[in-house]
């Protein structure tokens, strides 16, 4: 036309660089796809519905330096993130936190990129884990580094370090509560609602 467009008309139309070539795009007007070939190979195709991309692809292969996504992609195979501390950038977009997946100096971690990007998960090379916050198990908002709605299983011991020692023993039916702590080289058996020491044992073993 007058603007200097070229068109073309039919259901199905097959564009080559030359006769033989195996590169060629094909545009089906039947399917509403767009499809480009390598090698007679399908490698990227356009639909109604989104793009489908088959085959290894990289920002730098579509040659962009990033690349964003508007919608829902999926995944047939591996994503594979290449950099000196790769990381995997995930943002709600309801204003909630956000957190981001690093790998730096051999270390796995996740942080909350809305807390000065806090760590709050790590492992360590060695297979060792960092929790810095409390951790739940079976709830929802734990109060203590450790809180669990239920019963523990230990196979060991258990070792408790600190100027006074003490295990809290709390009924919920309302029965007399009692604390077991060690101060001063004096292991006690106490009951807390009455107040009153129940068993002391000092260390001439009296």
Excluded at 191 to 206: F, G, Q, W
Aim: aromatic content about 8%.
């Amino acid at each position: 036309d007058q603007y200097g467009h070229f068109f073309i008309g039919g259901n199905l139309i097959q564009i080559k660089s030359g006769y033989l070539t195996e590169e060629y795009a094909r545009m089906d007007n039947t399917s509403k796809e767009v499809k480009l070939f390598h090698n007679s190979i399908e490698k990227f195709t356009t639909k109604s519905t989104g793009i489908v991309v088959h085959g290894t692809t990289t920002t730098t292969g579509l040659g962009v330096t990033s690349l964003a996504v508007a919608g829902v992609s999926t995944f047939s195979g591996d994503i594979t993130i290449t950099n000196t501390a790769p990381k995997l950038i995930l943002t709600d977009t309801d204003n909630n936190s956000d957190f981001r997946i690093k790998v730096e100096s051999g270390q796995f971690d996740i942080d909350d990129t809305t807390s000065s990007n806090a760590t709050r998960f790590r492992i360590y090379s060695n297979g060792e884990i960092l929790i810095p916050m409390n951790v739940g198990f079976g709830v929802a908002n734990p109060s203590e580094k450790v809180d669990v709605d239920g019963n523990i299983k230990l196979t060991g011991d258990i070792t408790i370090s600190s100027a006074a020692p003490t295990i809290n023993l709390t009924e919920t039916n309302g029965d007399p509560d009692y604390r077991i702590f060690c101060n001063g080289g004096i292991f006690n058996i106490v009951d807390v609602n009455n107040n009153v020491n129940r068993i002391e044992i000092n260390s001439s073993r009296t």
